[in-house]
């Protein structure tokens, strides 16, 4: 019935263009649809958080998703049944696979065991669900309802990989960014005073033929909201792909198309070329494919709540209002060496995220308004 309804309102708005081929309402939390991941690699960008199934971090009710980030010492340890306690950090023994009898990272020795006496525990937990070998598509309409999470250094995003990778490594296979915020609900630009935390949201492609020729800014757009944030308000986020071009909504309003103009108003056109110059000799990871790709293949969902990192999201340059106070980052984004507590063994090491001053952030995570909380997700293809 439930399914019926939802196809007749489609109808009605859209004039009977798409049919429905895949949802979550989020009655309960489907396995058949979705997949934790387990790993402590930080995504690529060096952040802070361990991601588990732990169900403090990831669970459903009233038909909502909540992805909700936590302190690692306050969860439970599997293996005691105690919460892991601040003592882990520094001479603790993370295993996931033992302790969750899962690690999905590809490289499970590095980013699935960690060693206090090597400082790099990250000190929070959260979840990232994936689609991955159950759900995929490759041209349609997809809508998501969320609302994204408060709370200081967090970096909540709905987003996109591809299921087999045809064209290589990130990004030459492409990464599709949905939305992607910040949770300060006062971050500023030191400089220009802008607003870039929960006031602002984020729609990209990744793509490029190496990991250090990512063109993604030529594929970027981003939008303010002061009256009804991202973060305290549900938003509707929809993408619609096709052989031609990708365009992103949000709450009904065209924002981005890649390429733009489309490809069927264009003359010629290529990703490859679109990203010119390129470093001399780099060779071209989509020659003879169409010229949509990268983004003409299948793509699986992942929904996450990332704390910090220094891949460069979160920027140095700003001011972040605190508890009667205004302090800067309290980390940048020129660290190379991702330790998270401060040992007198290794003196020379920052210590990420101020965990030490942790009291100056925390306090900004406030429950379940630290979640991200979703709604819904549909995906229709034409009709």
Same mark, same amino acid.
């Given at each position: ?5 939802? +196809? ?9 263009? =798409? ?11 489907? $396995? /058949? ?71 999905? @990272?590809? @490289?499970?020795?590095?980013?699935? %065991? ?6 790099? %525990? ?30 200081? =250094? ?9 299921? #087999? ?9 492409? $990464?599709? #960014? ?6 300060? !609900? ?7 005073? $802008?607003?870039?935390? %929960? ?5 990209? *492609? ?12 030529? *594929?970027?757009?981003? &939008? ?5 944030? +991202? ?11 096709? !052989? ?35 470093? /001399? ?14 983004? #003409? ?33 309290? =980390? ?6 991702? *330790? ?15 965990? #030490?001053?942790?009291? &100056?952030?925390?306090?900004? =995570? /406030? ?13 229709? /293809? &034409?009709?």
């Amino acid at each position: 019935m439930k399914f019926l309804l939802v +196809f007749a309102l489609l109808g009605a708005a859209l004039g009977q263009e =798409w049919n429905l081929i895949w949802e979550d309402e989020f009655d309960s939390l489907d $396995e /058949e649809k979705w997949e934790h991941e387990v790993t402590a690699w930080g995504g690529g960008n060096g952040e802070f958080q361990v991601y588990t199934p732990d169900p403090e971090n990831s669970y459903v009710r009233d038909g909502l998703l909540f992805i909700k980030p936590s302190l690692l010492p306050e969860n439970i340890n599997p293996a005691t049944g105690e919460p892991f306690g601040e003592d882990f950090l520094t001479n603790g023994h993370l295993d996931l696979e033992e302790l969750y009898g899962n690690c999905t @990272d590809a @490289d499970p020795e590095t980013n699935c %065991i960690r060693h206090g006496s090597e400082a790099n %525990i990250p000190p929070t937990m959260s979840a990232r669900l994936r689609t991955y070998q159950r759900f995929a598509f490759g041209q349609g309409r997809a809508e998501l309802r969320a609302k994204m999470p408060r709370g200081d =250094w967090l970096w909540p995003a709905m987003w996109m990989l591809p299921e #087999d990778w045809a064209y290589g490594d990130w990004p030459m296979s492409g $990464e599709i #960014d949905i939305v992607e915020t910040m949770g300060n !609900e006062d971050l500023k630009f030191t400089d220009s005073g $802008e607003d870039t935390g %929960i006031q602002k949201m984020g729609s990209t *492609t990744h793509w490029g033929p190496s990991f250090d020729q990512n063109r993604y800014y030529l *594929t970027l757009t981003d &939008r303010l909201n002061y009256t009804h944030d +991202f973060a305290n308000y549900f938003h509707d986020y929809v993408i619609e792909w096709d !052989e031609n071009s990708i365009r992103w909504y949000l709450d009904d309003e065209f924002i981005l198309s890649v390429p733009d103009p489309p490809v069927n108003e264009q003359e010629e056109f290529s990703f490859y070329d679109l990203g010119a110059p390129w470093s /001399e000799g780099t060779a071209n990871p989509w020659e003879g494919a169409s010229p949509m790709a990268p983004f #003409d293949q299948d793509f699986h969902f992942l929904l996450n709540v990332a704390v910090g990192g220094i891949g460069g999201y979160i920027p140095d340059d700003v001011i972040n209002r605190g508890d009667n106070e205004l302090y800067g980052k309290p =980390w940048n984004n020129t660290q190379t060496q991702v *330790t998270y507590t401060c040992l007198p063994r290794l003196p020379n090491v920052l210590c990420l995220l101020g965990w #030490d001053a942790r009291d &100056r952030w925390l306090w900004t =995570w /406030e429950g379940e308004d630290a979640a991200m909380q979703v709604d819904y997700i549909r995906v229709y /293809e &034409r009709a």
